[in-house]
Nanobody, 115 residues
């Protein structure tokens, strides 16, 4: 079983920055795709950034050049560095991983971008 625990969410002003972290256990490896999705109130969950199983990264157009995804040396954590935050970035951010063809999700961490 895979367990994912997010941290780092909070309240930030527009133009500010936050770093979200996801700690993973239970079978994560370098071959596991890992990344972040988010869900804003009244919206569907959407992909934000991901490390694919082959090590490449993909970003949503709405966050490209503002957000950066990274993994640690053990490849069992994944961070999301968010810069130049906008009110429309307000959402619950969820860590996810794909292990043995199964998708796993964290409980989410809330990010609010507001004056």
């Amino acid at each position: 079983q895979v367990q994912l625990v997010e941290s780092g969410g909070g309240l930030v002003q527009p133009g500010g920055a936050l770093r979200l972290s996801c700690a993973a256990s239970g079978g994560i490896s370098g071959s596991s795709a890992m990344g972040w999705h988010r869900q804003a109130p009244g919206k569907q969950r959407e992909l934000v950034a991901v490390f694919t199983s082959d090590g490449n990264t993909r970003y949503a157009d709405s966050v490209k050049d503002r957000f950066t995804i990274s993994r640690d040396n053990a490849e069992n954590t994944v961070d999301l560095h968010m810069n130049s935050l906008k009110p429309e970035d307000t959402a619950v951010y969820y860590c996810y991983a794909v292990v043995r063809h199964m998708a796993y999700w964290g409980k989410g961490t809330r990010v609010t971008v507001s004056t």
